[in-house]
Protein backbone atom coordinates (compact mmCIF):
# COMPACT_ATOMS: atom_id res chain seq x y z
CA UNK A 1 0.00 0.00 0.00
CA UNK A 2 1.76 3.74 -0.75
CA UNK A 3 1.36 5.67 1.91
CA UNK A 4 2.56 9.46 2.27
CA UNK A 5 3.88 10.76 5.39
CA UNK A 6 2.43 13.95 7.01
CA UNK A 7 6.21 15.22 8.11
CA UNK A 8 6.20 18.39 10.38
CA UNK A 9 10.04 18.62 10.25
CA UNK A 10 9.29 17.29 13.91
CA UNK A 11 9.95 14.21 16.48
CA UNK A 12 6.35 12.98 16.02
CA UNK A 13 6.25 12.72 12.30
CA UNK A 14 9.87 10.98 12.03
CA UNK A 15 9.10 8.89 15.02
CA UNK A 16 5.47 8.00 13.46
CA UNK A 17 7.91 7.06 9.89
CA UNK A 18 10.09 5.06 12.20
CA UNK A 19 7.27 3.09 13.48
CA UNK A 20 5.67 2.34 10.61
CA UNK A 21 8.52 1.33 8.63
CA UNK A 22 9.66 -0.93 11.37
CA UNK A 23 6.56 -2.89 10.68
CA UNK A 24 6.56 -3.21 6.92
CA UNK A 25 2.24 -2.73 6.32
CA UNK A 26 3.36 1.05 3.73
CA UNK A 27 5.42 1.61 1.30
CA UNK A 28 6.06 5.31 2.26
CA UNK A 29 6.87 7.07 -1.15
CA UNK A 30 6.62 10.68 -0.07
CA UNK A 31 6.11 13.40 2.20
CA UNK A 32 3.43 15.86 2.84
CA UNK A 33 4.42 19.05 4.29
CA UNK A 34 3.05 22.81 4.47
CA UNK A 35 5.46 25.18 4.00
CA UNK A 36 4.68 29.45 4.16
CA UNK A 37 5.54 31.04 1.14
CA UNK A 38 6.22 34.05 3.44
CA UNK A 39 8.66 32.51 5.25
CA UNK A 40 10.18 29.90 3.18
CA UNK A 41 9.54 27.78 6.08
CA UNK A 42 7.68 24.80 8.02
CA UNK A 43 4.66 26.09 8.94
CA UNK A 44 4.29 26.57 12.49
CA UNK A 45 7.43 24.87 13.31
CA UNK A 46 9.59 27.49 11.42
CA UNK A 47 12.02 25.35 10.25
CA UNK A 48 13.89 26.52 7.30
CA UNK A 49 13.05 24.82 3.71
CA UNK A 50 17.12 23.53 2.79
CA UNK A 51 16.53 22.05 6.40
CA UNK A 52 13.24 20.07 5.58
CA UNK A 53 15.13 18.93 2.17
CA UNK A 54 18.24 18.10 3.93
CA UNK A 55 15.64 15.59 6.45
CA UNK A 56 14.05 14.53 3.34
CA UNK A 57 17.44 13.74 1.45
CA UNK A 58 18.12 11.41 4.52
CA UNK A 59 15.13 9.66 5.05
CA UNK A 60 15.06 9.16 1.17
CA UNK A 61 11.79 10.45 0.74
CA UNK A 62 10.67 12.73 -2.32
CA UNK A 63 9.00 16.01 -0.66
CA UNK A 64 5.44 17.10 -1.41
CA UNK A 65 5.14 20.80 -0.67
CA UNK A 66 2.26 22.62 -0.07
CA UNK A 67 2.28 26.33 -0.39
CA UNK A 68 0.32 28.40 2.07
CA UNK A 69 0.15 32.33 2.93
CA UNK A 70 0.57 34.27 5.73
CA UNK A 71 -1.45 34.70 7.14
CA UNK A 72 -3.94 31.87 6.09
CA UNK A 73 -7.52 31.64 6.00
CA UNK A 74 -8.71 28.27 6.92
CA UNK A 75 -10.41 27.82 3.42
CA UNK A 76 -7.25 28.56 1.70
CA UNK A 77 -5.65 25.80 3.57
CA UNK A 78 -8.08 23.09 2.93
CA UNK A 79 -8.20 24.06 -0.66
CA UNK A 80 -4.45 23.59 -1.23
CA UNK A 81 -4.98 20.91 0.79
CA UNK A 82 -7.58 19.13 -0.81
CA UNK A 83 -5.52 19.85 -4.18
CA UNK A 84 -2.66 17.85 -2.78
CA UNK A 85 -5.11 14.96 -1.94
CA UNK A 86 -6.27 14.55 -5.34
CA UNK A 87 -2.81 14.51 -6.74
CA UNK A 88 -2.28 11.60 -4.48
CA UNK A 89 -4.70 9.54 -4.79
CA UNK A 90 -4.14 9.90 -8.77
CA UNK A 91 -0.57 8.64 -8.20
CA UNK A 92 -2.15 5.43 -6.51
CA UNK A 93 -1.51 6.49 -2.77
CA UNK A 94 -4.07 5.26 -0.26
CA UNK A 95 -3.52 6.47 2.96
CA UNK A 96 -1.63 9.26 4.93
CA UNK A 97 0.17 8.35 7.79
CA UNK A 98 0.00 11.34 10.63
CA UNK A 99 2.28 11.60 13.77
CA UNK A 100 -1.11 12.47 16.38
CA UNK A 101 -0.76 11.69 19.53
CA UNK A 102 -3.92 11.95 22.00
CA UNK A 103 -6.02 15.20 20.38
CA UNK A 104 -9.45 14.00 19.08
CA UNK A 105 -10.61 16.61 17.58
CA UNK A 106 -7.38 17.09 15.20
CA UNK A 107 -8.06 13.39 14.89
CA UNK A 108 -11.87 13.97 13.70
CA UNK A 109 -10.57 16.83 11.51
CA UNK A 110 -8.55 14.88 9.35
CA UNK A 111 -10.54 12.02 9.40
CA UNK A 112 -13.43 14.48 7.81
CA UNK A 113 -11.21 15.94 5.37
CA UNK A 114 -10.52 12.52 4.11
CA UNK A 115 -13.68 10.82 4.28
CA UNK A 116 -14.49 9.58 0.56
CA UNK A 117 -11.27 11.26 -0.69
CA UNK A 118 -9.76 7.95 -1.52
CA UNK A 119 -7.30 8.15 1.25
CA UNK A 120 -6.94 6.87 4.57
CA UNK A 121 -5.97 8.44 7.69
CA UNK A 122 -3.12 6.06 9.32
CA UNK A 123 -2.37 7.24 13.23
CA UNK A 124 0.39 4.86 14.31
CA UNK A 125 1.36 6.68 17.96
CA UNK A 126 -1.94 7.32 18.74
CA UNK A 127 -3.11 7.11 22.31
CA UNK A 128 0.44 6.11 23.41
CA UNK A 129 1.22 7.51 26.70
CA UNK A 130 3.83 10.53 26.08
CA UNK A 131 5.85 10.15 28.69
CA UNK A 132 7.06 6.68 27.70
CA UNK A 133 6.48 7.75 23.98
CA UNK A 134 9.16 10.83 24.58
CA UNK A 135 11.74 8.02 26.35
CA UNK A 136 11.24 5.79 23.64
CA UNK A 137 12.70 8.12 20.90
CA UNK A 138 15.33 9.09 23.05
CA UNK A 139 16.16 4.91 23.58
CA UNK A 140 15.64 4.94 19.47
CA UNK A 141 18.55 7.56 18.88
CA UNK A 142 16.36 10.76 18.07
CA UNK A 143 18.46 13.92 18.10
CA UNK A 144 16.15 16.56 18.02
CA UNK A 145 15.97 20.35 19.18
CA UNK A 146 13.14 22.85 19.66
CA UNK A 147 12.43 24.98 17.08
CA UNK A 148 9.20 27.02 18.52
CA UNK A 149 7.87 27.25 21.83
CA UNK A 150 4.56 28.88 22.86
CA UNK A 151 5.60 31.72 25.08
CA UNK A 152 2.32 31.06 27.14
CA UNK A 153 3.74 27.44 28.39
CA UNK A 154 7.31 27.69 28.40
CA UNK A 155 9.90 30.64 28.30
CA UNK A 156 11.85 31.51 25.42
CA UNK A 157 14.92 29.90 26.62
CA UNK A 158 13.85 27.16 25.93
CA UNK A 159 13.64 27.72 22.24
CA UNK A 160 16.60 25.81 21.01
CA UNK A 161 17.56 23.37 23.78
CA UNK A 162 17.77 19.97 22.98
CA UNK A 163 15.03 16.99 23.46
CA UNK A 164 16.66 14.97 26.18
CA UNK A 165 16.04 13.80 29.55
CA UNK A 166 17.16 16.73 31.19
CA UNK A 167 14.67 18.85 29.03
CA UNK A 168 12.07 15.82 30.13
CA UNK A 169 12.96 17.10 33.76
CA UNK A 170 13.11 20.81 33.27
CA UNK A 171 9.65 21.25 31.50
CA UNK A 172 7.06 23.16 33.84
CA UNK A 173 4.17 20.91 35.34
CA UNK A 174 1.14 20.68 33.14
CA UNK A 175 3.51 20.49 29.74
CA UNK A 176 3.02 17.40 27.75
CA UNK A 177 6.67 15.86 27.35
CA UNK A 178 6.03 15.67 23.88
CA UNK A 179 4.53 19.12 23.20
CA UNK A 180 1.20 17.67 21.95
CA UNK A 181 -0.72 20.27 23.29
CA UNK A 182 1.58 22.85 21.28
CA UNK A 183 3.79 23.46 23.71
CA UNK A 184 6.79 23.48 21.82
CA UNK A 185 7.56 22.02 18.08
CA UNK A 186 10.79 20.34 17.57
CA UNK A 187 13.06 19.52 14.58
CA UNK A 188 14.81 16.02 14.11
CA UNK A 189 18.47 15.93 12.60
CA UNK A 190 19.22 12.57 13.41
CA UNK A 191 17.08 8.86 13.70
CA UNK A 192 17.31 6.06 12.25
CA UNK A 193 15.41 6.19 9.48
CA UNK A 194 18.21 8.74 8.27
CA UNK A 195 20.55 7.81 6.36
CA UNK A 196 23.30 10.76 8.17
CA UNK A 197 23.19 12.97 10.90
CA UNK A 198 22.32 16.74 9.84
CA UNK A 199 25.27 19.07 10.61
CA UNK A 200 23.20 22.02 11.53
CA UNK A 201 24.33 24.86 14.22
CA UNK A 202 21.52 27.18 16.09
CA UNK A 203 21.36 30.46 15.04
CA UNK A 204 19.10 33.54 16.07
CA UNK A 205 16.26 33.92 18.53
CA UNK A 206 12.98 35.69 17.80
CA UNK A 207 9.39 36.13 19.28
CA UNK A 208 6.77 36.16 16.81
CA UNK A 209 2.58 35.81 17.23
CA UNK A 210 3.13 34.16 20.77
CA UNK A 211 5.95 31.60 19.71
CA UNK A 212 9.76 32.06 20.67
CA UNK A 213 12.02 30.53 17.64
CA UNK A 214 15.31 29.20 17.15
CA UNK A 215 16.48 29.18 13.88
CA UNK A 216 17.96 26.01 12.75
CA UNK A 217 20.70 26.38 10.40
CA UNK A 218 22.53 24.37 8.19
CA UNK A 219 26.48 24.26 8.91
CA UNK A 220 27.51 24.09 5.21
CA UNK A 221 24.99 26.74 4.68
Not at 8 to 15: M, Q, V
Not at 60 to 72: A, Q, S
Not at 123 to 140: H, V
Not at 187 to 209: K, W
Request: hydrophobic residues 40%; charged residues 25%; contains cysteine.
Amino acid sequence: MKALIAWSSGKDSAFALHEVRRAGPFDVVGALTTVTETFDRVSIHGVRREVLQAQLDAAGLPPRIVEIPYPCPNEVYEARMGEAVARAVNDGITHIIFGDLFLADVRAYREDKLKDSGITPVFPLWDRPTDQLAQDMLDAGFETYLAAVDLKKLPASFAGRRFDRSLLSDVPAGVDPCGENGEFHTCVVNAPIFSHRLDITLGERIERDGLGYCDIVLASG
